[in-house]
């Protein structure tokens, strides 16, 4: 999974990367001899919103692998009854000295299940990290030791507010190893709620993704010889809260040309321009861009589809 995760990951830079460096904003979805419609997409927007995407991936790969139940479940049998033949559920009161360990998705499904045999105590383990104004910060997690081996209880650290809940855990546990008279033992660890702060994390980023490539201003442009106009369609959002229709005669059409400024810098940035005869210069792309091969490539569409020189 962490590979997958890795993958997807560099995936998501690369296409960023490669759509802000490289991609061309115009998308021909119409061309014959008396039709042509083209799109000029916000290639900034898009691409940045690409990129933010990879929280959103982030966040949901948490979610998927997130276990937010975790259960013990510990039951004595007599010594003459083989392990092997043995049913685990909390229901049972003939086993003794015998524990399961689950952890759980999201919805019940079983991440991982394993048996304890020996248990000896449970313990709480403290960890203290230190802040940038070295403040110690400490945090917690409960550990189950057998005659061989000690392994976390989840394997994960909880902070100060979750310690009086692992501390009655540990009690517990211990509580039940030291009383022969008690068959069974059922312990749940539930970080839901913590899940559910990742989930909304999830949503966020996804939502964050989106506002930060839905507003770029999408261009569409239909020239139509057989009506003679050309058509001019603004819209942000994807289309989803309206479009702002231009709509010119064919034959006000003198010119389609790059618009250049220069800046202090000595550097030219660029925008394509359908010059009408009244003077008026209508911008066919929004902003102004360094790329001049992208501003060109628009000009010469409609240069060769209008016949201009």
């Given amino acids: 999974m962490t590979v997958l995760l890795f993958a997807i990951l560099l995936a998501i830079n690369l296409g960023a990367w490669c759509y802000l460096t490289l991609a061309n904003p115009l998308k021909v979805s119409e061309q014959t001899a008396t039709k042509l419609t083209f799109i000029i997409r916000p290639k900034v927007f898009l691409g940045v919103g690409i990129f933010f995407s990879q929280l959103f991936v982030l966040f949901l790969f948490a979610s998927i692998v997130f276990t937010p139940i975790t259960q ?29 360990l689950t952890e759980n998705y999201w919805f019940g499904l079983e991440k991982s299940e394993v048996l304890v045999s020996e248990l000896l105590e449970a313990k709480l383990e403290t960890e203290m990290q230190t802040d940038s104004q070295v403040k110690p910060q400490y945090l917690y997690k409960i550990l189950l030791v057998t005659d061989k081996d000690s392994f976390a209880f989840p394997d994960r650290t909880y902070p100060k507010f979750r310690l009086e809940e692992l501390q009655s855990i540990v009690l517990r546990i211990n509580k039940f190893l030291k009383t022969p008279t008690e068959n069974n033992l059922a312990v749940i660890l539930d970080d839901t709620f913590m899940g559910y702060i990742v989930v909304r994390f999830t949503v966020f980023c996804g939502i964050l993704a989106l506002l930060v490539a839905s507003p770029g201003l999408f261009i569409t442009c239909n020239l139509n010889k057989e009506t003679n106009t050309v058509k001019l369609s603004h819209y942000r959002w994807f289309g989803t809260l309206g479009k702002t229709v231009f709509q010119y005669s064919l ?30 210069n209508l911008p066919l792309t929004p902003n102004y861009t360094s790329n001049y091969i992208n501003g060109d490539s628009i000009v010469r569409v409609n240069k060769d589809f209008l016949e201009l020189k």
């Fill in 251 to 280: 034959n006000e059409i003198t010119d389609v040309k790059l618009e250049r400024i220069d800046t202090s810098i000595d550097e030219y940035f660029f925008r394509v321009i359908l010059v009408l005869e009244s003077g008026e």
């Fill in 72 to 100: 013990l479940v510990c039951n004595r049998y007599p010594n003459n009854i083989s392990i092997s033949n043995i049913d685990l559920s909390a229901g049972q009161n003939t086993l003794t000295g015998m524990c399961k």
